[in-house]
């Protein structure tokens, strides 16, 4: 068994790990950070939920000096993930002389200039700010010595391939770059190909770590009564957390409002809402003073809340890698979760589908009668 202190690490870190309550390192971690410490490039392949950001969050806190520039640079598909990976940087650093600043869209640019100005030694960033900063002169990226690609197939699928390419070419060749992702599609091996340089790859395979905590079923229903049967669903189960997961905006709007008149403490989360609304969604649903949140793929990406034990696909996924993502956001950190999927009778094939590219097991089951729900 490896131990975070068999790792060469400042007694300062290791003290902020045993204060974040993380006792021994996941296995993507036990692997990734003694060779980020080595220095070499490296790509990081795990399902969600296995502890990546620490992964490379420790090592980096580890890498950077006092010295007041930018030394590292973490990309990111979205603000929410931004805002989660900085905080995770904060904690491994809260004995170290290391600040680190989210910089985002929806956010006043203004402040984060100030912020910038003030000495950052790694920022976090959504491409499209960072390509902002970058053209304003704010930022500057002669000095960063890591480069950090999280969630790097999401980032793919959002369309900012152009903008990380940009980014990259303002940074030294001189570089360690670490690329992680739950997914390898060609297009993320061709950027590692084109950008990094003889990059050792760790991954850790999906059975070892999805399978025993998520369980997965779907349900039969009919598109005139989906409502319902979702509502009897929710009523017979045990709730801490709940992901609704809807194909479209408007399919959240629609399904907030109905489930919000129907008493349930929900609300929807979609790119349409301005950064204050959404981050007023998440506090709530980070607090638990909602229950359901009601999201959109793009909207709920890499979205990290401990207790969610319920991850609900009322529109089945497009294809099997979305699936793998939404139903990542439960099951998290070693806790158990379930992953529920409707399915209506045309659905049935793309359920199958995704079960046998996925190799999971997902169980049928019925959707609840009135009288089991009344129990
Ligand atoms: P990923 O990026 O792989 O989806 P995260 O880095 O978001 O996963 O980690 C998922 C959760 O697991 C986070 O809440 C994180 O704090 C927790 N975690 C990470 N590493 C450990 C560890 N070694 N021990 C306990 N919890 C951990
Ligand atoms: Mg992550």
């Known amino acids: 068994m490896t131990i975070f202190s068999d790792f060469p690490l400042h007694k300062s870190i290791l003290q902020a790990i045993h204060d974040m309550g993380f006792e021994e390192p996941s296995p993507i971690q036990a692997a990734c950070i003694p060779k980020v410490l080595d220095g070499g490039d490296l790509i990081g392949q795990a399902q969600t939920g296995t502890g990546k950001t620490a992964a490379f969050g420790i090592p980096l806190v580890e890498k950077v000096s006092s010295a007041n520039r930018v030394q590292a640079i973490v990309l990111t598909p979205t603000r929410e993930l931004a805002i989660q ?8 650093s809260k004995y170290n002389k290391v600040r680190t600043l989210p910089i985002y869209g929806g956010q006043s640019i ?35 010595h890591t480069l950090v690609l999280d969630e790097a197939d999401e980032m793919l699928d959002m369309g900012f391939i152009e903008d990380i390419e940009t980014i990259i070419t303002q940074m030294p060749e001189e570089r360690q770059t670490l690329l992680f992702s739950a997914t390898m599609p060609p297009e993320i091996k061709r950027l590692a190909t084109r950008y990094m340089k003889q990059p050792q790859t760790i991954a850790v395979s999906r059975e070892e770590v999805t399978a025993p905590l998520i369980e997965q079923v779907y349900y039969k229903v009919f598109d005139r009564n989906k409502v319902e049967s979702l509502c009897r669903i929710l009523d017979s189960e045990d709730v801490e957390l709940g992901i609704i997961f809807c194909r479209t905006k408007r399919g ?37 003073s ?18 969610v034990s319920h991850v609900i696909n009322y529109d089945i996924p497009q294809d099997s890698e979305s699936y793998v993502h939404r139903i990542g956001r439960t099951g998290r950190a070693g806790r158990k979760g379930i992953a529920m999927t409707l399915v209506t009778p045309r659905e049935v094939r793309q359920m199958m589908f995704i079960q046998k590219q996925t190799k999971a097991q997902v169980l049928s089951r019925n959707v609840p009668s009135l009288e089991e729900v009344a129990e």
Request: hydrophobic share 40%; charged share 25%.
């Open 85 to 92: 990976v900085a905080g995770e940087l904060l904690r491994i």
């Open 110 to 144: 203004g402040h984060q200039i100030r912020a910038l100005r003030q000495g950052v030694q790694i920022v976090v960033g959504t491409p499209g700010r960072v390509m902002d900063h970058l053209r304003r002169k704010t930022l500057k990226l002669d000095h960063v």
């Open 252 to 288: 959240v709007d629609e399904l907030t409002e109905v489930l919000q008149s129907r008493g349930y403490l929900a609300d929807g989360l979609h790119g349409d809402l301005s950064q204050a609304q959404r981050d007023k969604v998440m506090n709530a649903f980070r607090e638990g």
């Open 290 to 307: 909602i229950e359901f949140l009601i999201a959109t793929d793009v909207a709920a990406r890499g979205i990290d809340v401990g207790n």
